[in-house]
């Protein structure tokens, strides 16, 4: 059976983003792969973090998993501190990286720019903490957003640098990202891809926004100041991702959808796209409150998935320190 890794950090609460470029797509893989689907809370710490806030929102993002359509019992849904291989397993991957390959992370470069206060070595080296994530349990696909395409890249690379090195250790992952969806951008800065660490709360619409606040939210998107409903990245880049996520939410092409709206406002396109959100969230909202309110069930899933985890794990990071030479403990 071929392997799937993903995760999502405890950063913030969802977006729609995270849901349509990723977690929407690890649904229906649980029914043919071993999937690994990991909550991945040390990434997170690029960023200073609140302790009781992350330790809610972690505990959440496993219940919102669920909700989602994930299954403890089809899939392996852990915290990535849980499995202590995936720290250990970055240090000695950042041996193997250099410097000239993280500097030019385009991640880095807007996420220092955003934290110029607390620019840390981790948030540097955090291409090489996901590496070891994914290359850990021999992962062979990993669906991700198109921001992470660069990151799977590095992964690739150390992955076969350690290779040719030391012989054969790790599977080299394909990156596996959704024809639609795979980047939704901010409604307010149709520029930048939509993020659940922006500033600006309109800028992103949440998994868990009620009903009111997703409609207000796609009422107050920017669009441009011509009236056409058509799909054009580069000069309406605003109305392109209202029929990105239209497109994504129903499964309509963009060329029916550019029929859908002809000669209608966009107004009616805002109102329309936002309804069916809400349409596609309602029932993930309900679920969430569900799994969210039994923290006793929540933590036993973590416990046991974590052991399976940690021992496929394992296996990986033992033969990677005998290849290189650590002592094995006797
Ligand atoms: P942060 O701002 O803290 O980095 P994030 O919204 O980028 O938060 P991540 O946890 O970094 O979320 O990413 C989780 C997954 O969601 C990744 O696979 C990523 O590619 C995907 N993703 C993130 N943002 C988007 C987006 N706007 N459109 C599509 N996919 C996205
Ligand atoms: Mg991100």
């Known amino acids: 059976k071929k392997r799937i890794f ?31 689907y990991c909550v991945v809370d040390l990434h997170t710490l690029t960023v200073r973090q609140k302790p009781a806030e992350l330790r809610q929102r972690s505990l959440n993002l496993l219940a ?3 909700a989602c359509g994930l299954d403890p019992k089809k899939s392996i849904l852990f915290l990535q501190s849980h499995v202590s291989a995936h720290s250990e397993l970055a240090w000695i991957l950042n041996c193997f990286t250099y410097m000239g390959e993280l500097n030019r992370m385009t991640q880095f470069k807007d996420k220092s720019q955003r934290h110029g206060d607390n620019i840390n070595a981790g948030l540097f080296t955090y291409p090489v903490l996901m590496a070891a994530d994914i290359l850990l349990y021999q992962a ?18 150390v992955a076969d640098r350690f290779n040719n090195i030391y012989g054969d250790t790790f599977t080299i992952p394909e990156a596996f990202i959704p024809k639609i969806g795979a980047k939704i951008m901010s409604l307010q800065e149709p520029e930048k891809k939509m993020s659940k660490s922006d ?13 009111d606040a997703v409609m207000r939210k796609f009422k107050r998107a920017i669009t441009d100041s011509d009236r056409e409903i058509r799909y054009d990245e580069q000069n309406k880049p ?32 805002k109102e329309t796209v936002g309804q069916s959100v809400v349409e596609m969230l309602n ?13 006793e ?19 990986t990071l033992s033969k990677v320190q005998r290849k290189i030479g650590l002592l094995p403990r006797g």
């Open 199 to 211: 500033e600006n709360e309109n800028a992103f619409v949440l998994i868990l926004d009620p009903q």
């Open 297 to 315: 069930q929540l933590n036993l899933i973590l416990k046991e998935n974590a052991e399976k985890a940690a021992y496929m794990a394992r296996k």
């Open 64 to 66: 919102l998993y669920m």
């Open 6 to 36: 993903s995760g999502v950090q405890p950063s913030g609460n969802l977006t729609i983003g995270n849901y349509l470029g990723a977690i929407k797509n690890w649904i229906p893989l649980q029914e043919e792969y071993e999937c690994l």
């Open 283 to 295: 029932p993930i909202q309900q679920r969430f409150n569900e799994f969210s309110s039994d923290k």
């Open 238 to 269: 605003g109305v392109s991702n209202l029929i990105s996520i239209y497109s994504s939410v129903t499964g309509k092409s963009i060329s029916d959808i550019e029929k859908e709206f002809e000669g209608r406002s966009y107004g009616d396109l």
């Open 140 to 157: 062979d696909l990993v669906p991700i957003g198109q921001d992470q395409k660069q990151h799977l890249e590095i992964t690739r690379d």
